[in-house]
Structures are given as structure tokens and as C-alpha cells.
């Protein structure tokens, strides 16, 4: 069989990025080594295997010349790093080399590393507060790396591959003639740059109102990568009113298109407010959370101040993905689950680290629904469609709802497929919908805010798994490699 | 204010078909009569209001002249005749005139007469084997008629109001110069007799399997309009497998595309064979049906034939939108629970009595799935979308995309407002569902096919009764008046 891609830049470029994963490894070894008096071997194993593999990719496809990527060859690189870099990843959580009672299974191990790197934040892990420092810091790190992953690959890949009604944003930064930033070499340094100042700027906020050190810097981590993994098994349960303030004020900068912070810091200063996400994504937030506050305030008897904290930061969680709990807020009435069940889908503003359907989906299905109804009232209307001022490209409308089927039938899948493992209904359906959103917890008691996933069976955690890979590459973008027409000519 | 749309033609409708609903009422009084020694005085008193508003109604409007309607006033007469109807039609149930103890609440009986009329099937009677032979009667007539009018309204009506895709249906008829019945009162008296010789034969088929006459009658009209009245509390519980599947052969017919059967009679005798959404339908069933029957049999310890019985009739009662149970599958276990869920969203054909999504939604969804991906793999290639050989029209996949987004966002927030009145998330959520495809039977103890909707708040009864006719008026027939837009010039 001949493919009708080049395989070796593929290959290539997988193996470049095994050898920056194993360099990775160093940094938690080195803290570990400091932290604790013991080798950390469980790193030292896994990077010499990871490098070792790496190396021999790159070495192997080395004298092939020609690496620029087609349109098919860039669909495969996204879809098979995600794969190949969590199956590496997870090797460290094995503890490989050390006493046998710390490591876990193969498909607990990938399990955690999938839903850290695709910034979900569900975990399998019980006794957090006793895992080894080299270990939370490696769940952190992450979380980190997949944020920052993602928005390279939601500002500079997904533009290109069209997925979903992205080609909005390639629009947005094409047509307009802003081109703020002429080379991807250069977009990936000012992203970065933006990514690292806000973990920093949000591990200070953490260390002054109260966190340690370590503390502080695996949660702003986690935080802007709206990743949701914590060092301790209560979450945000155990911090205070500040520090949960400055949680919610990065956990929403991690929800943010991160164009508009790079437009700002390079002059536009209107660039945060004029956004339209951000406007729809703000006001969409002050409404429910005020909402939210009120209700609670009657329910639980609590003042406004507490009530309003309570509300912004489990709402801002969820809605971001983040997936932090400062409370088990599905005790909060029957209200509340479904409420939060529902916010699990929203999501944040594309171009960010946030997972779920995302807000200018919902700006264009609405419009589009406008559309719809005026054109059952005056079938012959003709009716342009704008997105903030601009006409959408003809095929937005479409793309949109396409994507939201596909997510939806993806969650109902997994819904029945989790069920007929012997999962209960809400189990399953909640599972499948915080997994496919990238979100986090989810309902009951198993996986609820106050649970976690061990507890499921093995083949629910990889089922899992590749729900979480399914809604953090867009859906599409994996679904196209089982499209036999992928791999024709 | 000046109205965009002159009411007097729509008022007058709306009388004429009090009218008719007043003498309809004397059906039910008569068999009452005959039956138990007493007089029916809830269905004189019922009929002498109703009739009296009807009349004035007619009167009132009968000078007006121009008796045709423009689109706008088509929408409105639609939305209302489902709204003004069920109010009359409600008042027999409430027992006026009788010991009081014998009637039901102004809620609970538009509710039951809404989950009547939109042939959806949900009681809140508990104790059908004792209520008045009348008061059974009339509720079976309610679905039957209720179904009747959906087909007609589905054939004539919306595909000329375009609604979530059913000019997809327009086009078949007009564009393929296929007319086979040029005129709309030929039609009307096309499919009121098929429905009534499909009902006939189904009410023999009950009897000669052992039915007494009276239940016969009523389950054979509350099986073609996919209703799913039953005159027991134990549905079809008690009745044999013979029975059993003259109920799964009637349901799949109440399912079906009526224009089918009118095509089949007119002597095109591959019509059934040949419609496309019939083929899918069929397919489906037949897999869904045999992987279940073979789960049963492994997980209940039964034979083949006792477990297709019960899978078929199950099966089809929720995919047909009916509503029977003969057994309760939520105790099959969890992978039952989530199947039957999703189920409930699927429909019958568009032209039949069913409700939910419906068949050829979903094939326009697969193939606009397909181009999405073909057009993400190939950006540009033109591809032609065809359902069923022929080119679909344009704005076919937007406007059932659009559909399914409304669908589903309804039922969002119709659970979350379900569930902030303290019902909990299961039966929030499956209510919701249920209501809006006009199934019936939910999930819970509660509201499950072994349960009853009497002990939901009457809050959440007069929400669901909204909710069942957004579905059956395919949600946008009533969201368009409460578009300003609709009330403009």
C-alpha cells in the first residue's frame, strides 16, 4: 500500500518533540532531588526511554530533505503528537525504578498524563497531599505545556485545517489586513511570553495571599492552563477568599483569546474590551454568577460576599474548564447539577486554553438562528451575516453546527458506551460530556467534585482518554484519520 | 397597536374547529352512556362550553370575506389551533358536573389533554383500570385525533412553512413532477382514510390476539397516532406476546411516511420499498433490535423469542414516539437506561404521527457530516449533496442543523428549569426529553414507564405541556411569535 502522505517529516517532528519531553523530565527530577533525599529514578528511566525513542526518529529521518507539512501531513502531526506524547509522558507516574506501592497501572498513568496534557484536570489519583513533590510537579508541568500546546495549535493550526468554524479567526487576522504578527516563529515566542508572564504574575498572586511556594507555582501552572490538577485532594477547598479571588481572576485570563492579550501589550489598549468574545464571554459570566450568588445566599443562608466567592469561583472554573472545586457545589440542590451539568459545555473563548464548544460558537449559532427565524418570516429576504461588523465567510454558519452535532453525537456515544460498562446514567453522561469538554469533574458521587476516577473500570479510563484528545483537538481533527477518504489519494 | 396580520380569518378556524371539538364530545358521551347507567353530564357541559365559544367565535367572524391565508397568519392559526384546542378539549377531564371526587384539576387535565393531542402518551392518572369508560374513551379519541392532525399539518402545512428542514419534502412533491394528488382536500381525505383503515386493522389485530372490544378500540387509536394512551396502568404489562406484536406492526406503521401508504394504494406498489427514510428506519430498528434481544437474552436468562419480543416492542414503542411499555426496561440495567434515553430522541419518519427528531434529519445530518469532512480534507473540491439521488435544496443542511440546535437547547433549558423547582437531575432532564420528542415515559422512579407524571408540581406540568407542543409544532412553528420580527411589517 502506498500512503498518499509523506510519513518522515511526520516522524521526524514527533521525534524532536520526545527529546524536548525528555529534557522536560529533568526539571521535576531536579526539584524532586532537592525536595527529597532519594535519585529520582522514576524520571531518570523515563527520559532515557522517551530520548532514546526520540532519538531514533530523528535520526532515522534525517537525510529526507524537504519538511514542509501539506494540509493531510499537518492533520496527522497534530492528531499523532497528542497520541504519541501522552503514551511517553505517562511513563514517570509508573515510578518506574522505585518502591512498587507509589507508581500506577499503564492506563492510570495515561489516564492522568491525557487529562493533563489536554488541560482537563480529571484525575485517578487519591492521596495527593502524599504524592511525591517530582510527581505533582510533573502533573502541573502538564497541564502547562498542554495549555500553551493548545493555543499554538488553536491560533496557528486550526486557522488552517478549518475545523469547526475556526476559519473565523483566519478571516479575523487575514482579510482585515491586521496582520499583528507577520511569522508563526514569532507568534509562538510572543504566546509563550504572554503564557509564562501571566503563570508568573498568578503564582506571585498565590504566594502573597497565603500558598507556599511549591504551592503557588503547580497551581498557577494548572490555573492558566485551565487544567484544574491541584496538589491536594481537596482542591481550593482548603484556601481562603483571596486566594481563590486571584484563582478566578487566571483562571478567566486562561479562558481569554490570547491575540488580544499580545494586540494589547503591543499598543492596541482596546483590544481586551473591543473583543467580542471577550465582551459576550464577560457579561455572560456577571449574569449567572450574580444570579448564581442570590440564590445561594437564600439557600445556604451565607452573606452576599461569601455567596457571590462561592458562585464566581466554581462558575469561572467550570465555565474556563478549569476544573478546581472550593466546594462540592452538587449539594448546592437539584438547581445547581443541572446548572453546572450544563455550564460543562460552554467553555472558553477560542484561542485559548479552554476546552468545550466555546463562545463564539454560541455568538454564531445565535446569529444564525436570528437568520433562520427572520427567514421564516420573509422567505425572501436576503440577510448577510455578520460576526462583529465583518461578514462571516459563507461556510461559518454550517461549520458551526456541524461541530456542535458531532460533538453532541461524540457525548452520546460515550454516554452509551460508558453506560454498558455498568456505569450508572448520570455517571456516564457526566463523564462523557466533562471529558469531551475538557472540563474536569463530574457529577455523582464517583466523579463528582468531591470524587475522583479511580474507581472506574479500565476500559472507561482509555474511553476517556480519547474523549479528552476527541474535545481538545476539535473534534474533527481526529475523526478525520478514521475517514477512509483521509487515506486516498 | 395595527397588527401585521388580520386575525378575523384565523379566528374564524379556530371556531369552526371548537365546533367540531364540541360534537366530537358526544362520542365518548354516548359510549358513556351505553356502558354505565348514568348520565354523561362532564362531556354535555364540556360540549355546551365549548360549542358556545365555537359558535361565537364563527359568528362573530362569518362577514369578513377573504378567507385566505398569508404565511404569517398560517404560522399563527398553526401555533394557535394547538393551543386553543387542548384548553376545551381539557374540560371533560376536570369531571364537571359529576361527584367530585371523579375529576381532575384545570392543570393535570391539560396536561393529560396536551400529552394527548401531541400524541405524546405521558399520564398523570394513576388508576386507568377505574376511570369512567368515557373519560378513557376521550383520551384515546385525543391522541387519535391529535395524530391525524399532525400528519396533515406535516404533508400540507410545513413543508410550505419550512420548517427545520421539511422543505426537503416540498421539493419532493413539486419539483419531481410527481403530484401524485394535486389538491390539499383530496389529500386530507387520502390520509383520514388510511389512518382510519390502519386503525381498524389494528384494532381487529388486537381482538383476534385478546383484547375486549372496548380496549381493542382504544389502544388501536392510541397505537397509529403513536400516542400511547393506555386504558391500564400497566400499559401493555398484561397483554400476550400475539398482542404484543400487533402493537410493534401498527406502531412501525404509525411511524411510517403516510404518503407512502397513499403512494402504495394509487398503485405504485414499490413506494414503502423505495422511500429512502423508510429503508434507514428499517435498518436501524432491525440492528438495534437484534443486538438488544441478544444482550437480554445473555443478561435475563430468556429465550430468543421472549427476548425479541421485548426488545421489539420496547424498541419500537420508544423510537415510533409511542410510549407503550410491556415490561421496564430501566430495570435491564445501566447500558438500557442510557440506550432508551437516547432512543427517545430519535422519531419516526417526517409524515408520520411521530415525533422527535425524526429519520431523514438524521440522514441529512450523515451526509452533510460526510461533505464537511471531504471538504476538510479536499478545501477545494465542490461537492453536490443528493438525498436519495436528487439535489438537496440549498438551505437544507443549515435549517435542520438549526433544527437540532434548537432542539437540544430547548430541552437544555427546559431541564434546568425543571430542576430548579427540586426535581432531580434525572428525571429533569428525561422529562424534558420526553416531552419535547412526545414519547411519554421517562426515566426514574418517578416519571419511568412503571411510574406516573401525578406528583410532579403543577409548575413543572404546565411547563412540560409547553414543552410537548414546542416539540410537536418542531419547535420554531412557536418560537416564531415570540420573535418580535414576526409581529413587524
Not at 466554581?314 to 465555565?319: A, E, F, Q, W
Not at 469533574?441 to 472506574?456: H, K, Q, R, V, W
Request: hydrophobic share 55%.
Amino acid at each position: 500500500m502506498t500512503l498518499p502522505l509523506k510519513l518522515s517529516p511526520i516522524i521526524h517532528v514527533l521525534g524532536l518533540l520526545l527529546v524536548a519531553l525528555a529534557i522536560t523530565m529533568m526539571i521535576p527530577a531536579l526539584v524532586e532531588a532537592q525536595m527529597v533525599d532519594t535519585l529520582p529514578l522514576e524520571f531518570i528511566f523515563s527520559a532515557a526511554v522517551t530520548g532514546f525513542f526520540g532519538l531514533m526518529a530523528v535520526l532515522a529521518t534525517r537525510d529526507d530533505g524537504d519538511f514542509t507539512l501539506d494540509l493531510k501531513q499537518a492533520f496527522l502531526l497534530t492528531a499523532l503528537s497528542w497520541i504519541v506524547l501522552p503514551a511517553f509522558a505517562a511513563l514517570p507516574l509508573m515510578g518506574l525504578g522505585l518502591n512498587e506501592d507509589v507508581g500506577f497501572s499503564y492506563t492510570d498513568a495515561v489516564f492522568e498524563t491525557v487529562s493533563g496534557l489536554t488541560t482537563t484536570g480529571s484525575t485517578v489519583i487519591s492521596g495527593l497531599d502524599d504524592l511525591l513533590p517530582g510527581l505533582l510537579l510533573w502533573r502541573s508541568l502538564l497541564n502547562w505545556i498542554g495549555g500553551v500546546g493548545i493555543i499554538v495549535m488553536a491560533i496557528i493550526m486550526l486557522p488552517f485545517l478549518r475545523i469547526g468554524g475556526m476559519q473565523l479567526f483566519r478571516t479575523e487576522s487575514s482579510d482585515k489586513s491586521e496582520k499583528i504578527i507577520p511569522k508563526a516563529t514569532e507568534m509562538v515566542q510572543w504566546i509563550t511570553g504572554v503564557y509564562v508572564g501571566l503563570t508568573a504574575a498568578c503564582a506571585l498572586g498565590y504566594l502573597v495571599t497565603g500558598m507556599n511556594g511549591f504551592d503557588a507555582i503547580n497551581h498557577a501552572m494548572a490555573t492558566l492552563a485551565t487544567g484544574g490538577f491541584s496538589t491536594h485532594d481537596s482542591s481550593f477547598g482548603g484556601y481562603g477568599q483571596a486566594t481563590q479571588w486571584v484563582g478566578i481572576v487566571f483562571m478567566l485570563a486562561g479562558g481569554l483569546p490570547f491575540i488580544a492579550f499580545i494586540k494589547f501589550l503591543r499598543g492596541r489598549h482596546r483590544a481586551l474590551i473591543d473583543d467580542p468574545q471577550i465582551q459576550a464571554f464577560l457579561k455572560f459570566l456577571v449574569w449567572v454568577i450574580l444570579g448564581s450568588a442570590i440564590l445561594l445566599m437564600a439557600d445556604q443562608h451565607i452573606g452576599f460576599f461569601d455567596a457571590l466567592t462561592m458562585a464566581a469561583f466554581n462558575i469561572v472554573s467550570i465555565v474556563t474548564t478549569t476544573g478546581f472545586a472550593s466546594a462540592d457545589y452538587t449539594l448546592w440542590g437539584t438547581g445547581a447539577i443541572a446548572g453546572f451539568f450544563l455550564l460543562t459545555f460552554m467553555g472558553g473563548c477560542a484561542g485559548s486554553t479552554a476546552g468545550g464548544i466555546k463562545v463564539y460558537r454560541f455568538q454564531v449559532l445565535w446569529i444564525t438562528m436570528r437568520e433562520q427565524m427572520l427567514r421564516l418570516n420573509s422567505p425572501n429576504r436576503v440577510v448577510i451575516l455578520r460576526y462583529h461588523g465583518t461578514r462571516m465567510p459563507d461556510d461559518l454558519p454550517l461549520s458551526v453546527l456541524a461541530f456542535l452535532a458531532i460533538f453532541f453525537a461524540s457525548t452520546a456515544v460515550i454516554t452509551l458506551l460508558l453506560a454498558m460498562m455498568d456505569i450508572d446514567f448520570v455517571t456516564a453522561l457526566s463523564a462523557a460530556a466533562t471529558a469531551i469538554t475538557n472540563v474536569g469533574p463530574g457529577l455523582g458521587d464517583m466523579i463528582g467534585p468531591a470524587g475522583n476516577f479511580a474507581t472506574l473500570p479500565d476500559s472507561a479510563k482509555w474511553l476517556l482518554s480519547f474523549a479528552m484528545l476527541l474535545g481538545r483537538l476539535e473534534v474533527f481533527t481526529l475523526l478525520m484519520l478514521f475517514d477512509p477518504h483521509f487515506w486516498r489519494d
